[in-house]
């Protein structure tokens, strides 16, 4: 079974900060991995995805991630923290077979400082 | 562009009782599922469907139905509420399997008294 670990419910930081948020992840085939955001009292929005090809992967708002297979790492960087940026962040990986489920972390709470 | 739909957006709901949360979409999607996020849960898949008339169980499908039997809509069903059901809910769909991105509705928040 697929499984994803987000390292730290909350991260904190200064606006203009690098963000940094975990993820480690475990599956029995190639993952195919997401990063989703929810604003307060919203649903979730896809950020960015990885599938094939080019482990960088470049999403909305300034963030991008890179996979690394060897590391089984999924790690969502922004350079400088906007207060906007404040919300909930998740990682999930799709499981495999032709069904579209997905697997999702605990949930990274990411508190932005002025 | 309404995308996925949901109904309510609260309820509150004695013991016992029964209810249907319903989810629509208009992107013809054939993949939907429904989950419950919970605090320092994550999302948990309850239900999901790869198209009408297919509907399998997740990973807490304990207590609630679903059915799919048109493109559009995936209602589920809690049979007899109970407190342990209080979460928020949230269906999703997408138009394709692993890879694909879902999309999300702006969830139903549940409290079961």
């Known amino acids: 079974a697929q499984s994803v670990t987000q390292l730290g419910s909350h991260v904190s930081v200064s606006e203009g900060a690098l963000v940094l948020l975990r993820c480690n992840y475990s599956?029995?085939?190639?993952?195919?991995l997401f990063w989703y955001v929810q604003y307060p009292n919203q649903g979730l929005q896809l950020l960015l995805k990885?599938?094939?090809?080019?482990?960088l992967v470049k999403g909305i708002n300034g963030f991008e991630a890179e996979f690394k297979k060897s590391e089984t790492s999924f790690h969502l960087t922004k350079p400088s923290a906007h207060m906007s940026d404040a919300a909930e962040y998740f990682c999930?990986?799709?499981?495999?077979?032709?069904?579209?489920?997905?697997?999702f972390g605990k949930g990274t709470l990411l508190t932005v400082n002025p | 562009n309404a995308g996925v739909t949901q109904t309510p957006k609260f309820q509150v709901l004695k013991t016992g009782q029964s209810m249907t949360l319903q989810c629509a979409q208009d992107m013809n999607h054939e993949y939907m599922s429904w989950y419950r996020q919970d605090p320092g849960m994550g999302l948990r898949l309850i239900h999901y469907s790869v198209g009408a008339g297919i509907t399998d169980q997740g990973e807490v499908p304990n207590g609630y139905n679903v059915s799919r039997s048109t493109t559009e809509d995936f209602p589920l069903r809690l049979l007899s509420a109970a407190p342990s059901q209080t979460s928020v809910y949230f269906c999703a769909s997408s138009d394709g399997p692993r890879g694909t991105e879902a999309f999300f509705g702006q969830g139903t928040r549940l409290t079961v008294v």
């Open positions: 999930a990986v799709s499981e495999g077979g032709s069904n579209y489920k997905l697997t």
């Open positions: 990885y599938t094939t090809g080019a482990t």
């Open positions: 599956s029995s085939v190639p993952p195919y």
